[in-house]
């Protein structure tokens, strides 16, 4: 495959041009937020972002954004979109992680290439839906004939920008971890199947549509060993790497007695630790992990929605923030946030950090969800809306009802409100969602053909 057919890219040229908006909220380094403002691009990169009246008049293709608030696309640094099938799962519905992690892994059990790619399409529509142009998704568990190409393949028909984490679990239950050992691989093989899809698929160019992160599940399901080769593996090839850590206080009680540290202290030894690294919910870092991770730059995933439906607890985002460890909000799989949507969890974001007595605005909590994210996956070309950076943002009609009464600050309604879907989402330049309609699958039949496989999926298990 050609390097322009690996990253999706155009051949001719194309212009877009969006207009007419009653604010575009940049978020670039001065903050700007442009009232009639507009973006010209050009072969899915800004060229330009001011007052309507400043920028062309004429593009290839053109949207009237009038009464519409746009904002760059929302990074959604955390999911298992193959968890779409199993929401709602009754043993799983009002259990803890360990708990609820033991329900649903022989159900998992069932997944086939057809499910991951059909759960992967619903989940990126509902992200798409719900503002976010770019996501990361975790796949860990891999039977019958499931690889990682098959949610890669959903990311390229739908359209999405996206970061596609090479799972694994290693340690089964005869092994003294946690999931049942039908569902683990062995790790020279986890190993090297995680490479094949680096030379075959990672593009660490700038405005790349698809890069590869190598992602060992959590410390209770994969080994010491592995943890460490996994981290060589990407720092051979310049890869991130993520996993989930320190979610609650199993998971903190778990790593003192395997491993006799802490969560942070584990993974500063096994090298865990820097900006190529991010990692999942840290609802339990500790202060001397918090100072670790400020330190190092290593990145976090916080998860509200996923972290109050466990009842994990609530991550300290205030004191992450203001030690300056790079934060990325994260959707988390539907079977622990049942409902994906990526405005709502920035919502939630705000909201729960007020609930512990800690300052969170609406335009900080936006930042998390753009730029944050941005940083936390290691990119320089999304999260912001300035000349140079990947045309990837969206609009929301400003009439919807949810936001009525709250056209004194729109950007702050957007945050504080009800929150509506999108009307167009753009991402590289293309028009993914044009007047609230995905334009690259025809959804009902995804839904419908995803509900076909959740029935089945529940039955086998
Ligand atoms: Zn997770």
């Given at each position: ?365 936006l930042e998390i969800a753009t730029r944050g994210g941005a940083q936390v996956l290691g ?83």
């Amino acid at each position: 495959m050609s390097k322009e057919a690996k990253e999706g890219k155009r051949t001719m040229t194309q212009t877009l041009l969006i207009k007419n908006a009653r604010v575009v909220v940049t978020m670039d380094d001065a903050r700007r937020e442009i009232a009639d403002g507009g973006i010209f691009c050009r072969d899915g990169v800004i060229e330009a972002v001011g007052p309507t009246n400043e920028l062309p008049t004429e593009a290839d293709e053109v949207i009237d954004a009038r009464d519409q608030i746009v904002i760059p696309g929302l990074v959604n640094t955390h999911h298992h979109m193959y968890q779409s099938l199993t929401r709602v799962i009754g043993p799983a519905q009002d259990a803890e992680l360990f708990g609820w992690l033991q329900a649903l892994y022989p159900i998992w059990a069932g997944l086939t290439p057809d499910m991951v790619r059909t759960s992967t399409l619903t989940a990126m529509a509902e992200l798409l839906l719900s503002g976010c142009t770019t996501s990361s998704d975790h796949l860990y568990i891999y039977p019958n004939g499931v690889n990682l190409e098959h949610s890669i393949e959903a990311a390229q028909q739908i359209g999405m920008r996206f970061h596609a984490a090479r799972g694994s679990m290693s340690v089964g239950q005869s092994q003294g971890g946690l999931p049942p050992d039908r569902v683990v691989e062995q790790e020279p093989a986890i190993l090297k199947e995680t490479q094949r899809l680096i030379e075959r698929w990672h593009d660490p160019a700038r405005h790349a549509m698809l890069r590869i992160v190598v992602a060992p599940c959590s410390p209770f399901s994969v080994s010491r060993g592995l943890m460490r080769d996994s981290a060589l593996l990407a720092r051979q090839y310049g890869v991130s790497l993520h996993t989930h850590l320190a979610e609650n206080d199993n998971d903190i009680a778990y790593s003192r007695e395997k491993f006799g540290m802490t969560p942070a202290e584990y993974a500063e030894d096994l090298g865990w630790v820097g900006p190529d690294v991010w990692h999942a919910h840290c609802v339990k870092l500790d202060e001397p992990g918090l100072q670790l991770f400020a330190r190092s730059r290593t990145g976090v995933a916080h998860c509200p929605c996923s972290n109050m439906r466990l009842g994990s607890g609530i991550a300290p985002v205030r004191r992450m923030r203001d030690l300056g460890v790079p934060v990325g909000l994260g959707v988390d799989g539907s079977a622990s946030n049942d409902g994906a949507h990526m405005l709502g969890e920035t919502r939630m974001a705000m909201l729960l950090q007020r609930v512990t007595g800690a300052a969170m605005t609406a335009r900080e909590t936006l930042e998390i969800a753009t730029r944050g994210g941005a940083q936390v996956l290691g990119r320089d070309d999304i999260g912001a809306l300035a000349p140079g950076m990947s045309a990837d943002f969206v609009s929301f009609d400003l009439n919807h009802v949810g936001l009525a009464g709250g056209q004194g600050d729109p950007l702050a309604a957007l945050v504080f409100c009800g929150a509506p879907q999108v009307t167009h989402s753009i991402v590289n330049g293309r028009v993914v969602v044009r007047d609230g309609q995905l334009t690259t699958v025809e959804l009902p039949r995804v839904i419908e053909q995803h509900n076909h496989f959740a029935r089945l999926l529940a039955q086998a298990s």
